[in-house]
Structure formats: structure tokens, C-alpha cells
């Protein structure tokens, strides 16, 4: 299985808006609404952002919003903070009945 | 409050077996709504699923493609925990380790461990 693609690197100033990729197969994001995001700031386990493409766990924030097309899901921060300055990773559950996860992309807030 | 306390070695000669545990408190091992992983990330593979024990009426594992012949991961329902073991390990698999729970339901990693750095060096 091999992994999400999603964009190194992106950058956005305090107030705008940025939005992450993430590019998977039919076999995966393709195939099922299971795509979820992760945050990890440096040092820390990461933490769950959005899941089943859309849904917001309870306590973050209304500035992530996901969305999907085909076989590319994305996040969307908008109002950026430095505080979301990290690194962001997508995943999905897969028809293999497994999960694989994209390689991560560096959100820096200039 | 779900958490979990990872414990084991953070150092394994080549060829042996690395072996982690992970502490559930505030949950069941045995509940049938979630399932127990493990997933691995290093500079090189980024995060890394390798695979995961859960009840439905009996156990189950799901576990990566690529590590189905070195993994075994368990669950220990007298202790609340379960466990990764990885045999013949090489410096490749050198990395951070966690251990985190999916919900049935939205199949994404809700609770994670603080990870374990474990290296694989003679």
C-alpha cells in the first residue's frame, strides 16, 4: 500500500487561509468517506483533527473544515494562528481492510 | 479520560525481537467498539500503520502488508493492554513507536500513547 501524497511543504500569514492535499487511490480515499487529519506540533503524538472527511472531533476549532473529490481529499485552515503552525498528516482506511497515511506537509504561518 | 502509557525497551540489537507495551486506562481492550494499533514514524517512512487487535465476539488482527510476517500484536485482558512484537528487526525499523485507539465507527486514531524513540543498533 503505498502512501497518501500531500505537499511537502505549504505557508500562509496570520488571517488567511491554506488548504492541504491529499491524494490517494480507488483503493482508499477513493473507496470510503474514512479520511481523517492529524496535527502534530514538534515533539508531541499527533492529535485528531477531522474524521470521516468532514467531522470535527469535540474542541477543535471551526477554522478546519475537510473536504473530498474523487481520490483527493483536503483540509482547509482558514483565520490561520501561529498556534497551527505543524505538521499536518491525512490517512484512510483502505479496501484491504488496513489504514495507510500520506507523508505529512509542514504548515508555517509567517 | 482514554490513556495510554507505552513501556518498553528503547534499544534492540539486529535480528532480535522488539517488544512494546500499551496501558489502556479508561477503556477496555476487550470493548467491541474500537480497535488497538500500533504505527511507527520515522524521517525516512513518516507514519507508518502497522496493524491492530480488536473483540467482535472473538479477537482479530489486522496488520500491515509489509510487516505480516515479523508482527504479532496481542491483546492482555487481565492486564487492560495489549502489545507489539516485531521480530528479525533490522536498523531500518529504527523509529518512534505508538500506540493508538480507532473507533469502529469513524475508523480514525482518537487516542494516542506519548510514543517510544527505539532504536535498533548492535
Known amino acids: 500500500q503505498s502512501a497518501l501524497t500531500q505537499p511537502p511543504s505549504v505557508s500562509g500569514s496570520p488571517g488567511q487561509s491554506v488548504t492541504i492535499s491529499c491524494t490517494g487511490t480507488?483503493?482508499?480515499?477513493?473507496?470510503?468517506?474514512?479520511v481523517s487529519w492529524y496535527q502534530q506540533p514538534p515533539g508531541t503524538a499527533p492529535k485528531l483533527m477531522i474524521y470521516e472527511v468532514s467531522n470535527r472531533p469535540s474542541g477543535v476549532p471551526d477554522r478546519f473544515s475537510g473536504s473530498k473529490s474523487g481520490n483527493t481529499a483536503s483540509l482547509t485552515i482558514s483565520g490561520l494562528q501561529a498556534e497551527d503552525e505543524a505538521d499536518y498528516y491525512c490517512?484512510?482506511?483502505?479496501?484491504?481492510?488496513?489504514?495507510?497515511f500520506g507523508g505529512g506537509t509542514k504548515l508555517t504561518v509567517l | 479520560q482514554v490513556q495510554l502509557q507505552q513501556s518498553g525497551p528503547g534499544l534492540v540489537k539486529p535480528s532480535q525481537t522488539l517488544s512494546l507495551t500499551c496501558a489502556i486506562s479508561g477503556d477496555s481492550v476487550s470493548s467491541n467498539s474500537v480497535a488497538w494499533n500500533w504505527i511507527r514514524q520515522s524521517p525516512s517512512r513518516g507514519l507508518e500503520w502497522l496493524g491492530r487487535t480488536y473483540y467482535r465476539s472473538k479477537w482479530y488482527n489486522d496488520y500491515a502488508v509489509s510487516m505480516k510476517s515479523r508482527i504479532t500484536i496481542n491483546p492482555d485482558t487481565s492486564k487492560n493492554q495489549f502489545s507489539l512484537q516485531l521480530n528479525s528487526v533490522t536498523p531500518g525499523d529504527t523509529a518512534l513507536y505508538y500506540c493508538a485507539r480507532d473507533r469502529y465507527d469513524i475508523d480514525a486514531f482518537d487516542i494516542w500513547g506519548q510514543g517510544t524513540m527505539v532504536t535498533v543498533s548492535s
Open positions: 480507488s483503493s482508499d480515499v477513493g473507496s470510503y468517506n474514512r
Open positions: 490517512s484512510s482506511y483502505t479496501t484491504s481492510g488496513t489504514f495507510v
